[in-house]
């Protein structure tokens, strides 16, 4: 497709339970960031690759939190452990160059955790 | 810490009426401002964006926004709205500290008035 597709849009996760949230970029860019929004909040920076290379994890909240981009397209932030406060909607953006660049985002995961 | 503040957590207006949505944001350089429209069930969408020159920017959807530095405000308006601009409007600013993180104010909820 021509836009940033996440998967699944929706999870429900037992708490404790390992989860693992995809992200297909847009064919081509080069940056690739993941964002975490909570309920009536904005996005909260929590990663950032630039091709397969993770430039930037400072926002990640805690080492359960975990991503990877291996061959510089695909994306995938797992979360282990999961926590009642990891419940929220993970953002997944993409964007052509490599700063200040138009972002394009996905739908998002929502992820609760019960 | 930089940051970026959007006073209104709600908006209501009537159809047909102007709109005003205010953004605040501390920072010591010449920022790079975005506006994003999230519509429910949808992704974050770039609605315009300052990065130099004319400070009065222009974007999709008949949305312009004023860069002021002086006021340290980047406000987004429409002069009459539809009742399809009922979303969540948020105002990011890139990071000063990286040139490819957007820090976002928490949005601001319009709701239209048939």
């Known amino acids: 497709g021509a836009g940033v597709s996440q998967s699944p849009r929706y999870k429900v996760a037992k708490r404790g339970q390992d989860v693992a949230l995809r992200c297909d970029p847009i064919?081509?860019?080069?940056?690739l960031f993941w964002y975490q929004q909570a309920l009536g909040q904005g996005p909260e920076f929590l990663t950032y690759?630039?091709?397969?290379?993770?430039?930037?994890k400072s926002g990640l909240p805690s080492d359960r939190f975990f991503a990877e981009r291996p061959e510089g397209s695909v994306s995938t932030l797992k979360i282990q452990r999961t926590q009642q406060e990891d419940s929220a909607v993970y953002l997944c953006?993409?964007?052509?160059?490599?700063?200040?660049?138009?972002?394009?985002f996905g739908q998002g995961t929502r992820l609760t955790v019960v | 810490a930089q940051s970026v503040t959007q006073p209104d957590i709600h908006i209501t207006v009537s159809e047909g009426a102007s709109l005003e949505l205010r953004c605040n944001y501390s920072?010591?350089?010449?920022?790079?401002l975005f506006w994003y429209v999230q519509s429910p069930g949808q992704g974050l969408q770039l609605l315009l964006k300052?990065?130099?020159?004319d400070t009065l920017v222009q974007g999709i959807k008949g949305f312009e926004a004023e860069f002021k530095r002086s006021q340290s405000s980047f406000n987004l308006r429409k002069p009459s709205v539809h009742w399809s601009d009922a979303a969540e409007y948020f105002c990011?600013?890139?990071?000063?500290?990286?040139?490819?993180?957007?820090?976002w104010g928490a949005g601001t909820k319009l709701i239209i008035k048939p």
């Open positions: 990011a600013v890139v990071s000063m500290d990286s040139n490819y993180q957007l820090i």
């Open positions: 920072y010591g350089a010449t920022p790079y």
């Open positions: 300052y990065f130099s020159g």
């Open positions: 064919s081509g860019h080069v940056s």
């Open positions: 690759f630039q091709n397969e290379a993770q430039l930037d």
């Open positions: 953006a993409s964007s052509l160059g490599t700063s200040g660049t138009e972002a394009f």
